[in-house]
């Protein structure tokens, strides 16, 4: 069975400044998707960004970026320039096809020092 | 806004009880996809229907169960209700396709006193 694992259930970074949520998963499929979506406190879920496993080039969304090692199986998150409003649980998640449900890690709480 | 509507936005009631959330997809999207979220966890995924149909299930109890519509909406049934069962419930909604990207409702937050 597909499993997600972010190992670090907090952090903390000063604003501005740029930190990494690391996640790793475990699959037998060759083909799946991987996503990072973000909970703030008002408990909607946000997708952040998207990775498809047979792209070899990490995906990017203006501050976020991914890297992606598909051998290693680990997807980290990385958010450049820190804003208050990144404050949040962030979740990794893998869908092993199109019509698939979400398999989620335990989430990370970001925190966001001024 | 994702598109996706769901109501109750609460709810409160008592052990042994059964309560109905609804789920609205977005326009066009014939899957939907129930999610549990306990305190400060994760989600688990419940079901999934793909335009009426069941498609897929995951850790859901027997005493819960969920339906799709004609119209699309879905429903998720819970019953005989345990203080274990507060939680937030999702609904997801989408398209189908190769991306198919899941759209968050804005969940319900049951509480089970």
């Known amino acids: 069975a597909q499993t997600v694992t972010q190992s670090q259930p907090e952090m903390s970074v000063q604003e501005a400044e740029t930190v990494t949520l690391s996640c790793t998963y475990d699959t037998s499929e060759s083909d799946y998707y991987l996503f990072w979506y973000k909970q703030p406190p008002s408990r909607q879920m946000i997708l952040v960004i998207r990775q498809e496993a047979y792209k070899q080039q990490n995906a990017t969304e203006n501050r976020f970026s991914v890297n992606f090692q598909k051998a290693a199986k680990s997807f980290s998150l990385k958010i450049s320039d820190s804003q208050l409003g990144d404050a949040a649980m962030y979740f990794c998640?893998?869908?092993?096809?199109?019509?698939?449900?979400?398999?989620w890690g335990a989430g990370t709480k970001l925190i966001i020092k001024p | 806004d994702s598109g996706v509507t769901q109501t109750p936005k609460h709810l409160i009631t008592a052990t042994g009880q059964r309560v109905t959330l609804r789920c609205s997809p977005r326009?066009?999207?014939?899957?939907v996809y129930w999610y549990q979220q306990s305190l400060d966890q994760g989600l688990q995924f419940l079901i999934q229907y793909y335009n009426g149909e069941e498609r897929a299930k995951g850790n859901i109890l027997e005493r819960f169960s969920a339906q799709q519509f004609p119209d699309l909406h879905s429903e998720l049934n819970l019953s005989s209700l345990e203080l274990g069962d507060s939680a937030l419930y999702f609904c997801?909604?989408?398209?189908?396709?190769?991306?198919?990207?899941?759209?968050f409702g804005p969940g319900t937050r049951l509480t089970v006193l």
């Open positions: 998640a893998y869908r092993k096809d199109s019509n698939y449900q979400l398999i």
């Open positions: 326009s066009g999207d014939l899957s």
């Open positions: 997801a909604s989408s398209v189908g396709g190769p991306y198919n990207e899941q759209f």
